[in-house]
């Protein structure tokens, strides 16, 4: 039950980051808050692990720097980006077709089982889960570009998932895998920093509301939780770990009904309930059992 524990906090904590990066969109932009939560993350990882993981073969390496590309870097940029042409909502329920690519790329390149008609209707079901809960006051508003910055993300973490559960096979630390991958991250916001030609406002870092949002993308979103993730890719698989992706839009509408008074509607819990049979049916559990 560990992995699934372990995913399960994951997304309780990933749901409240799009509230929390839409309010330092406020004060940083997309990539200065990628590069700051990243250094906070990487940093607190080198405590944990403070020696530098040797790889076991040069074909590793093009893995861990193809998984800071995709994961630490490539993902959350659009992702930051879309928010900015998007409201969360629309965002949230775009990313979260992650699972459907994930699957896909998992069926034809790690041989995974698990994708099928079940998978695919159980997708079907959280989606629609996901959309009623977020789009419960009207359609949510998004430009051509959000749309595709939110499909790219979608399938950029995907092939991350992939990336992940290839190197969790050849044994590697999981926290010193996630330290290298943050590693790699970090050499690719640095160039996109200076090809941008950014100054980065250090001033914005004294504020509170900022110092205290990068704190908790940093420390627990970033460093903690990708470690957990990839705990859970590791012994779940690529395919079962990304069905709970689906759970973190419905956390998000959760963490706004808890911390901004927002009402707790009936579409909110039938969404939910259809969130909850959807991943249940694309985790292939019925009644308690999982399916064989």
Known sequence: MLPHIAALFTMFVWGLTFVSTKVLLGYLSPIEILFSRTVLGFLTLCLLRPRVLRTKARSHELLFAAAGLTGAFGYYLAENIALQFADASFVSVAVS?????????????LKEEGFGLRFVAGFVIAISGIALISFQEGPAHASAIGVLLCLV???????????????????YDTIAVTKRVFAWGLIYMAVTLVATGDVFPFAALTEPTVMGNLAFLGILASAGCFVTWGYSVKHLGAT?????????????????????????????????????????????????????
């Open 97 to 109: 077709t992650a699972p459907l690519f994930t699957a896909l790329l998992g069926f034809v390149l």
């Open 153 to 171: 993300g979608a399938l950029t973490w995907a092939v991350y998932s992939i990336v992940i559960k290839r190197l969790s096979s050849f044994g």
């Open 240 to 292: 079962s770990a990304s069905a709970y992706i689906y759970l973190q839009a419905p956390v998000t509408v959760v963490w706004a009904v808890i911390l901004l008074g927002e009402p707790f509607t009936a579409a909110i819990v039938a969404g939910l309930a259809l969130v909850i049979v959807g991943l249940a049916l694309s985790e292939g559990f019925v009644f308690g059992k999982r399916a064989s």
